[in-house]
């Protein structure tokens, strides 16, 4: 059995655009936590369910999540257009690099999540980027 930590394939997206804001105080303390783990680029697994992150979330409700089908297509946009695979293992930083490679750095990202409630700070995050 792999070793890795699950990652939902939208969460590298997510990633990118955080900023210490979330759920709750909780969640955002936990995401951040996350966030600095994987710098040390450790194997993950690129999932299409609850992840590392979501165990905080309080969407989550009894291992499942309340916005399961809107994530989940998430999840599948963003391992169809970096050529992924459900349940692949690869490292954080090469995870990273295709997502901005395919989605970020060709401004797909609202194609994938334009109705995330997030939306407005990944937009300005992205629009700072420009500058």
């Not at 009894?62 to 349940?87: F, H, I, P, T």
């Not at 901005?100 to 700070?121: H, T, V």
Request: proline fraction near 2%; aromatic fraction near 6%; charged fraction near 30%.
């Amino acid at each position: 059995m792999s070793k890795n930590k699950r990652l939902r394939a939208h969460h590298g997206m997510c990633l990118s655009f955080f900023e210490g804001k979330g759920y709750s105080d909780t969640f955002t303390r936990h995401m951040g936590q996350v966030q600095k783990m994987l710098e040390a680029n450790p194997g993950i697994t690129v999932a299409a369910q609850s992840d590392m992150i979501c165990e905080k979330c309080p969407n989550l409700k009894e291992g499942q999540c309340l916005s399961a089908g809107k994530v989940r297509s998430y999840d599948k946009e963003v391992l169809a257009r970096c050529n992924l695979q459900e349940n692949q293992e690869i490292s954080w930083k090469e995870f990273h690099r295709l997502v901005e490679e395919n989605i970020l750095s060709k401004g797909k990202r609202k194609e994938i999540c334009r109705d995330c409630q997030w939306e407005e700070i990944c937009s300005r995050r992205e629009n700072q980027g420009k500058k």
